[in-house]
C-alpha cells in the first residue's frame, strides 16, 4: 500500500512537473518570439546557397573578399553567412560597426577560435592579437600601447627615414640600368627592415640574404594558415578527419615549433645582446618586473613583425600600381615638393613631425591610396560573447563579427563615387590618421585601422613611414608603366588581387622608375 500511495504521489509531482515545464516552455518561446518580431532580421546574401554541412563556404571562389564584396552590393550593409558551424555577420557600413565594436565594445572585443592562431601561434592565446577580451589581454594591451605611442616610435625616426634612403638607392640603381621591374621585393625588404631595426635592433642590407628569404617564408606561411586553412575542424568539425589524414595539426606544428620559434628566438636573444635599442628590450624590461610574461613577450614580437612589415609593402605595392597610371596625381605631388624644397636648403628632406602641414595634397593620395586599394579586405574577426542589438538587428552570442573594410571603403552612402580614385575627397580632413581613427564616426576618413578596444596600435608608425616614403620617392622619380615591344604600357590590374590569407597584394607587375630631370 505505502509503495502504492507513494508510486501515486510521484505520478501527481511528475504531472505537475510536467504541467510547469510545458508552461515555462511556452512562455520563454512567447517571450523569445515577441523579442525576436521586435528586431530585423540579417538576411543572408541574396540568391546565395546555403549548403547542408558547409553553408556558405562552397559559394566563396577562389578570392572570398571578391565575393564578400558582391554580396555587399547586392544585400546591403549587413548580412549573415553561415561557415560551417559559425555564424558569420559581415559588416560594410561604419555606424554599425560603430556600434557593434564601439558602443558594444565590452561585448564584441573578444576574438573567435581559431586552431592555428589561438593554440598553435599564440601559445594558447598568449600576446594582444589573438588573446581574449580579459584583465590579462587588458595589460598586455596597455605595455604594447605604450610601445608604440609616438613617443617611443619617434626615437626610432632617423633609423626608419635610413631605411627609405636605402630603398632610393637602390631604385636609382634600377632607373640607371632603364629597365622595368616587379618592385614589391624592394618595398618588402624596406619594411622588414624597419620593424627589424624597432623591434630588435637589426636589418638586412641585402634581398638575397638567405634570412631575408626565410623570413619572408615564414610570413607568407603563417598568413595562410591564419586563414581558414589553420581551422577546418573550428568550421566543420564533422570534416576535422581530413585534416587529421593530411597531418595539418602535425604540419602546423612543426611550422610554429621547428621553424618560426627557432628563428624569432634567435631575433630576439640577439637584440637582447646587442647594444642597440629595440622595442625588444623594452618588453624584456617589463617581463623581468613581472608585467608580462615571456610567452607573451615572444607572441607580440612575432605579431608586430608579421603585421608591421606585411601590411606596409603591400600598401606601397598597391601605391605603385595605381600611380603608375595617375600622371597627374604625381604632379601635383611633386609641385607641393618642389614648393616646399624652394624655401628649404639644398637636398633638404621634410620631416614628417615638422613638416607634414606643408603637404595637404599628398596626405590625401595616402589617405585614398588606403582607402582605394586597402591591403587586408577585412579586420581580425571578432565575437560576440553576448547576444547585442545593433541597427535594430539582433546578434546572437557567437557570432563572429567582421568588418569588411574593402567593402566599407567602397560604400557609396560614405563615399561619392567610391570606384574612381580621387584624393580630393579628403581635402577638408587632412588630420593624422591616428587622430582620426579615435574620433567619433562622422569624422572617421578611413576604416583600416580597426575599431574600438582591438584598434590597430601601429598607426602611427604607419603613417610615419608612408610620408617618408612619398618625399623621398617623388623627389628622386616618377613612376611609370612597363613599355612593350612597340613602346606602349603594358596596364596593369588593379581589380584583381592575390588573396594571401590576410593581406591582398596586387596581381603580379612591372612599373619604370624614371628620374626627374
Known amino acids: 500500500m505505502d ?4 508510486n501515486k504521489e510521484h505520478q501527481k509531482a511528475l504531472a505537475v512537473s510536467g504541467i510547469v515545464l510545458a508552461l515555462t516552455v511556452y512562455l520563454v518561446k512567447r517571450v523569445s518570439d515577441k523579442k525576436n518580431k521586435e528586431y530585423r532580421e540579417i538576411p ?5 546557397t546555403n549548403w547542408p554541412i558547409f553553408g556558405h563556404m562552397l559559394s566563396l571562389g577562389s578570392v572570398p573578399a571578391m565575393q564578400f564584396k558582391k554580396w555587399h552590393e547586392e544585400t546591403g550593409p549587413i548580412y549573415k553567412v553561415r561557415m560551417g558551424k559559425q555564424t558569420w555577420v559581415m559588416i560594410s557600413d561604419p555606424y554599425l560597426a560603430h556600434e557593434i565594436f564601439v558602443k558594444n565594445g565590452a561585448n564584441t572585443s573578444s576574438r573567435p577560435y581559431h586552431r592555428f592562431n589561438c593554440d598553435i601561434y599564440a601559445r594558447n592565446r598568449r600576446g594582444v592579437v589573438f588573446t581574449q577580451y580579459t584583465p590579462e589581454w587588458k595589460n598586455n594591451r596597455k605595455m604594447a600601447a605604450s610601445l608604440l605611442a609616438p613617443a617611443s616610435v619617434d626615437k626610432f625616426s632617423g633609423l626608419i627615414e635610413y631605411e627609405f634612403d636605402c630603398l632610393m638607392d637602390r631604385l636609382k640603381q634600377v632607373a640607371n640600368e632603364g629597365v622595368a621591374i616587379n618592385p614589391f621585393r624592394e618595398l618588402q625588404l624596406t619594411a622588414l627592415n624597419i620593424v627589424l631595426t624597432v623591434l ?3 636589418r638586412y642590407d641585402h634581398i638575397d640574404n638567405p634570412l631575408v628569404s626565410e623570413l619572408n617564408k615564414l610570413i607568407d606561411e603563417g598568413m595562410v594558415y591564419a586563414g581558414a586553412a589553420g581551422d577546418l575542424r573550428s568550421l566543420v568539425p564533422s570534416l576535422a578527419w581530413i585534416g587529421t589524414l593530411l597531418g595539418l595539426d602535425k604540419k602546423m606544428t612543426h611550422f610554429i615549433k621547428q621553424r618560426c620559434d627557432p628563428f624569432y628566438g634567435k631575433l630576439i636573444q640577439g637584440a637582447l645582446e646587442r647594444d642597440a635599442d629595440s622595442l625588444a628590450k623594452s618588453l624584456n624590461k617589463m617581463k623581468e618586473e613581472g608585467l608580462i610574461s615571456g610567452d607573451d613577450m615572444h607572441v607580440l614580437i612575432t605579431d608586430l613583425i608579421a603585421a608591421g612589415s606585411d601590411t606596409v609593402s603591400v600598401t606601397l605595392y598597391w601605391t605603385l600600381a595605381t600611380l603608375a597610371f595617375q600622371p597627374n596625381v604625381q604632379a601635383k605631388i611633386i609641385q607641393e615638393l618642389d614648393s616646399w624644397k624652394a624655401d628649404h636648403v639644398p637636398g633638404a ?3 614628417f613631425h615638422q613638416d607634414r602641414e606643408a603637404f595637404p595634397y599628398t596626405i590625401c593620395v595616402q589617405k585614398e591610396m588606403i582607402r582605394y586599394r586597402p591591403a587586408t579586405s577585412y579586420g581580425i574577426p571578432h565575437v560576440a560573447s553576448e547576444d547585442i542589438v545593433a541597427g535594430g ?3 546572437p552570442k557567437d557570432a563572429v563579427l567582421i568588418s569588411t573594410m574593402g567593402a566599407m571603403h567602397m560604400n557609396e552612402s560614405i563615399y561619392e563615387n567610391a570606384h574612381t580614385f580621387n584624393p580630393e575627397r579628403f581635402k577638408n580632413n587632412t588630420s593624422r590618421m591616428s587622430a582620426s ?4 564616426v562622422d569624422d572617421r576618413d578611413i576604416f583600416a585601422f580597426g575599431w574600438g578596444r582591438r584598434m590597430c596600435l601601429g598607426i602611427h ?3 610615419l613611414e608612408l610620408f617618408s616614403f612619398y618625399v623621398r620617392f617623388f623627389s628622386e622619380f616618377t613612376v611609370e608603366p612597363e613599355l612593350d615591344a612597340q613602346g ?3 596596364p596593369i590590374n588593379i581589380e584583381g588581387f592575390v588573396d594571401e590569407g590576410v593581406v591582398n597584394k596586387p596581381l603580379p607587375y612591372k612599373v619604370r622608375f624614371v628620374p626627374r630631370s
Request: no cysteine.
Open 200 to 202: 630588435v635592433g637589426t
Open 437 to 440: 581613427a579615435n574620433t567619433k
Open 488 to 490: 606602349n604600357p603594358v
Open 3 to 6: 509503495t502504492y500511495i507513494m
Open 393 to 395: 538587428y539582433l546578434i
Open 461 to 463: 608608425l604607419a603613417e
Open 349 to 351: 628632406i621634410p620631416n
Open 44 to 48: 543572408y546574401p541574396a540568391g546565395s
